[in-house]
């Protein structure tokens, strides 16, 4: 039976201590949540502060990180490596978010390798994928999320593929406060697993988390939850609150 997974994307936002505060508010909220898999992506100048304040106070929340490049050191000027953040515990990161592709040019060959990468290193990689507005109102949804699931996983052995997680973002929703409906997310989820199905086999295609993000707040998390092809979400701005985090994950 596939875990819920719920994560908060800070993007570019919080100092030091805004951080600090926010992820010992968090887990005074939710430090009793025992069924869901709960993890926040801070800037990577965080990450060393909240990796410390974990490991003092046993806060059980996972940590990621919100970008990586592909190889493990180099002339890569501004980049941080996949083995760098696994010295700070980072144990998951997100690959290919829109924002990604859209203002820094990354293509899904770069996500793929940065895909490899992560699994390689033992990192748990989120693979974004999702439509713009236009290839929506195109009628080109399941031909874009397909192709940036298939280039997302491309050689990528059976051995690895199942630590893979997957989140359906439609550009259109982030950060627009227009969430998909349940009924459009579950049908592109639908589309993902069978596009993994037809990559390796049904076996994997269902043990594969995929997520939801794109608006997602306390108001909405329920219905959302409440499909059997969504394994949980990625919350962008309603992740900053710690009070309004908690009431998402503890959705029920």
């Known amino acids: 039976m596939r875990k819920q997974f719920i994560a908060g994307n800070w993007k570019m936002n919080l100092n030091l201590s805004g951080g600090i505060?926010?992820?010992e508010e968090l887990w005074s909220y939710i430090g009793d949540v025992k069924d869901v898999e709960i993890a926040v992506f801070p800037p990577y100048v965080l990450i060393p502060a909240i990796s410390e304040l974990k490991r003092k106070k046993k806060i059980d929340i996972l940590l990621g990180a919100q970008n990586m490049h592909w190889e493990n050191n180099g002339a890569f000027t501004g980049e941080v490596s996949p083995l760098m953040l696994?010295?700070?515990d980072v144990t998951h990161v997100i690959l290919g978010h829109s924002e990604r592709r859209q203002h820094f040019g990354e293509t899904d060959q770069a996500v793929n390798r940065k895909v490899?990468?992560?699994?390689?290193?033992e990192l748990v990689p989120i693979l974004c994928v999702g439509e713009s507005l236009k290839e929506r109102e195109d009628g080109q949804t399941e031909r874009k999320v397909v192709e940036?699931?298939?280039?997302?996983v491309f050689q990528i052995d059976r051995n690895s593929i199942g630590l893979l997680i997957i989140a359906y973002e439609p550009v259109w929703a982030i950060g627009t406060g227009k969430a998909a409906t349940v009924t459009d997310a579950s049908d592109v989820s639908r589309i993902i697993r069978e596009a993994i199905s037809e990559e390796y086999d049904d076996e994997i295609a269902n043990g594969i988390r995929i997520l939801y993000g794109g608006s997602v707040n306390s108001k909405n998390i329920a219905e959302f939850m409440g499909s059997p092809e969504i394994?949980?979400?990625?919350v962008g701005g309603a992740s900053l609150d710690a009070f309004e985090f908690s009431k998402i994950v503890r959705y029920t």
């Open 21 to 23: 505060k926010l992820v």
């Open 86 to 88: 696994k010295e700070f």
């Open 116 to 121: 490899r990468a992560a699994l390689e290193c």
């Open 148 to 152: 940036q699931v298939k280039r997302g």
């Open 231 to 234: 394994d949980g979400a990625v």
